[in-house]
């Protein structure tokens, strides 16, 4: 059973910088994709940036230059780190997993955490 657990979120001022966890409680497939989530009040959920199992990342054009996914040691552990944030930024992230190849769409992805709410004033 996978589990996906988010932290690292919180309040902050324009420009600052906040990196965000997501523990993955397994990855039993070979091939998958991790991605970041975030969803504002009255939004659709978007696509933030994803990292598949070939170590190939993608981001949305919103946060090209500002945001970074990586993967930790060992592989279990999933981050983002967003500088120079904005107030536009404000939103619920989520990490969510799927077992192919990465897509943007919310709705082919598998796995969802709880989220973690990021407020940029």
């Known amino acids: 059973h996978v589990q996906l657990v988010e932290s690292g979120g919180g309040s902050v001022q324009a420009g600052e910088s906040l990196t965000l966890s997501c523990a993955v409680s397994?990855?039993?497939?070979?091939?998958?994709?991790l991605g970041w989530f975030r969803q504002a009040p009255g939004k659709e959920r978007e696509g933030v940036a994803a990292?598949?199992?070939?170590?190939?990342?993608t981001y949305a054009d919103s946060v090209k230059g500002r945001f970074t996914i990586s993967q930790g040691n060992p592989k279990n552990t999933v981050y983002l780190q967003m500088n120079s944030l904005m107030p536009g930024d404000t939103a619920m992230y989520y990490c969510?997993?799927?077992?192919?190849?990465?897509?943007?769409?919310?709705?082919?992805?598998?796995?969802w955490g709880q989220g973690t709410q990021v407020t940029v004033s």
């Open positions: 397994g990855l039993p497939h070979s091939i998958y994709c």
């Open positions: 969510a997993i799927r077992w192919a190849s990465c897509s943007a769409a919310a709705a082919d992805y598998n796995y």
């Open positions: 990292f598949d199992s070939d170590g190939d990342t």
